[in-house]
C-alpha cells in the first residue's frame, strides 16, 4: 500500500500564489508517477497535472502557465506550485499516484485525503 498526505491548501486572493505538496510513503518503489486532481461539489473529478519519475508533465488547458507541478523522487514529493489563482480553481485538491503515466491520468490506484483550496476576495 501507499499512502498519500497533502498540505498546503488555503484561502487566497485572485491573482495570488498557493503551493501544494503531497508525502508519498509505504511501498514507494511501486509509483513511476503522481499527479494532482481536483473536484468541485457536483462536477466529476479532473486532472490537473502529472508527472513520472523521470519528470515528464501534462497538464489541463485551463491550468497551463499557471501552475507548475514538480517532484522530489530522493523525498518523495510532489508539488503543485499554483499562480494567478482564480475563482474558478477553488476545489478540493488531490494528490495521486499510480505505477504508469497512463493509470495516473485515467485511473490512480492510491489517493490522498485531499486539502481544500478556496479562492476569494
Known amino acids: 500500500q501507499v499512502q498519500l498526505v497533502e498540505s498546503g491548501g488555503g484561502l487566497v486572493q485572485p491573482g495570488g500564489s498557493l503551493r501544494l505538496s503531497c508525502a508519498a510513503s509505504?511501498?514507494?518503489?511501486?509509483?513511476?508517477?503522481m499527479a494532482w486532481y481536483r473536484q468541485v461539489p457536483g462536477k466529476e473529478r479532473e486532472l490537473v497535472a502529472g508527472?513520472?519519475?523521470?519528470?515528464?508533465?501534462n497538464y489541463a488547458d485551463s491550468v497551463k502557465g499557471r501552475f507548475t507541478i514538480s517532484r522530489d523522487n530522493a523525498k518523495n514529493t510532489v508539488s503543485l506550485q499554483m499562480t494567478s489563482l482564480k475563482p474558478e480553481d477553488t476545489a478540493v485538491y488531490y494528490c495521486?499516484?499510480?505505477?504508469?503515466?497512463?493509470?495516473?491520468?485515467?485511473?490512480?490506484?492510491?489517493w490522498g485525503q485531499g486539502t481544500q483550496v478556496t479562492v476569494a476576495s
Open positions: 509505504g511501498r514507494i518503489l511501486s509509483i513511476n508517477a
Open positions: 508527472i513520472t519519475s523521470g519528470g515528464s508533465t
Open positions: 495521486a499516484a499510480a505505477d504508469s503515466i497512463w493509470s495516473v491520468v485515467t485511473a490512480p490506484r492510491y
